[in-house]
């Protein structure tokens, strides 16, 4: 399969091939985003060596598999490896023999590293001693190093305050995919869905290729979901857990704190997040909360009346909301999600889910304003005095003097606008112009899936964003 998509993160990586000297980069992110498979895919012909590391091996299981890639790459007739020096010595042999590639740099792949570094097996310093005494000062020499699990690589690496401090020359977070490559990619697959099929499928498995991977193009999205989710034995029951336990040590801090905030959907102050879930307010809270967010799990944001105070800790990873919605608490079994697919519940399941879709969009609603190019600071907004319980989930602070307040609606058809619904739009506008007294011009924009009906309503807004925005 060819790559999909990763078009900044492609012209990162030509910039690694293309610098004469040597680089060390780090690739990191969730697990079954897809961080393998680009780079074994970018880098098909430029890797010299290649090693993964085991899952729970021990350090003798770690050094015989890096061994035996050694042999299989060139390296048969090298030392047999006892120890991690004499492993990256052989590694050193390998690489200094082998033929330099096409594109100018020998490519040395360590994917899932973090699996490697056993206790007590000083593979940390082994590898500190490969690169500073060698590697470092060979211009054709590209150590890419890979893992889903983003607290070690963080600590251990690029926080790294011994052998390796400030030797890491690169990192690239692969995030998910947005919309619009999913529908390149379910196109790919051969997945019969339409725009609205595939939004509704990002607002559970968000852009992550391993789950629509799973999805099978003889059944509808809602059996899909049933076979994945809610059956017994369902592959994803559990994969919330496994999930930040794969990504992050001492995952059940991590686990807490998005339970706290799927249960607050504007977000939580880091204060408030303490409070809830009882952590310390040393260092710790402080990693896990920009680990999250590295990740693509949460965004911060500030209040717009409140900008100097704290901020906003919000949910958007959709399948963390929707994992710790439907799949934690309950293990029903059946046909859940199509029995479920009219019901109230699932009406504010999709416009929960929808919101967060769409902030996680925010280049493409820009796109869609005109205002590509301009400067804009994003925030939100709860009244506090002149409508009570009024908020605004989304604003764009342009430096044009505009602002824009945007409400997001989720529908099935093109949204109506009618006379109480034009109304609160109305009385919210002036909520927030009298209460902020800003006096930039304000714009209430309708991000939806299909459009605002014409009608004599539809004066409240301004301007519109659709689903088929969300996909350029």
């Not at 060596?49 to 790459?73: V, Y």
């Not at 020096?85 to 360590?110: M, Q, S, W, Y």
């Not at 992550?208 to 991977?213: E, G």
């Not at 046909?335 to 009219?342: E, F, K, N, Q, S």
């Amino acid at each position: 399969m060819r790559i999909i998509g990763r078009r900044h993160e492609q012209k990162e990586l030509t910039r690694y091939l293309q610098r004469r000297e040597a680089d060390f980069l780090v690739v990191y992110g969730r697990r079954r985003v897809g961080k393998t498979f680009l780079l074994r895919e970018f880098f098909r012909n430029d890797i010299v060596f290649e090693a993964t590391g085991m899952a729970e091996g021990r350090m003798a299981d770690q050094l015989q598999n890096f061994s035996a890639a050694i042999r299989r790459q060139g390296g048969a007739g090298l030392t047999p490896t006892a120890d991690w020096f004499t492993a990256f010595e052989n590694l050193r042999d390998l690489t200094a023999a082998a033929a330099t590639p096409a594109r100018g740099k020998k490519v040395i792949f360590l994917d899932e590293m973090p699996w490697m570094n056993t206790p007590r097996s000083r593979f940390l310093s082994a590898l500190e001693h490969f690169w500073n005494s060698w590697a470092s000062a060979q211009p054709d020499i590209l150590l890419v190093v890979c893992g889903s699990a983003t607290s070690w690589l963080m600590k251990n690496l690029l926080k790294n305050r011994r052998g390796l401090h400030h030797r890491v020359t690169g990192r690239l977070v692969l995030q998910p995919f947005t919309l619009g490559e999913c529908e390149e990619f379910c196109s790919e697959l051969g997945l019969p869905l339409t725009r609205k099929r595939i939004l509704d499928a990002y607002m559970i498995f968000g852009g992550v290729p391993f789950y629509l991977r799973l999805l099978r193009p003889d059944l509808s999205l809602e059996q899909n979901i049933d076979e994945l989710c809610f059956r017994p034995g369902a592959p994803l029951a559990d994969e919330l857990s496994e999930l930040y336990h794969s990504l992050f040590a001492h995952a059940e801090n991590y686990l807490a704190v998005v339970a706290a905030l799927t249960r607050r959907s504007k977000g939580l102050t880091r204060e408030e997040i303490i409070a809830a879930t009882g952590l310390t307010a040393g260092g710790g809270v402080t990693t896990v909360l920009n680990d999250l967010e590295t990740c693509g799990f949460t965004r911060t944001y500030h209040d717009f009346t409140k900008p100097k105070q704290g901020a906003y800790h919000q949910l958007v990873d959709p399948f963390t909301i929707f994992a710790l919605r439907y799949l934690t608490d309950r293990r029903p079994d059946g046909t859940v999600w199509l029995d479920g697919i009219d019901s109230p519940e699932r009406q504010v399941w999709s416009g929960y889910a929808f919101e967060r879709a769409c902030l996680l969009h925010i280049d493409q609603i820009k796109a869609a304003l005109g205002i590509t190019g301009v400067s804009t600071h994003l925030t939100a907004w709860r009244s506090m005095t002149t409508d009570p319980g009024a908020q605004i989930d989304l604003i764009i602070d342009r430096r044009d003097q505009t602002i824009n307040l945007c409400e997001m609606k989720y529908s099935g058809a093109p949204y109506v606008i009618d006379k109480a619904y034009a109304m609160a739009l109305r009385t919210k506008r002036a909520a927030f112009q009298a209460e902020t007294g800003t006096k930039k011009d304000l714009h209430v924009t309708m991000v939806t899936t299909f459009g605002v009906v014409q009608g004599k309503n539809d004066d409240a807004v301004t301007s519109q964003v659709t689903m088929d925005d969300l996909f350029r």
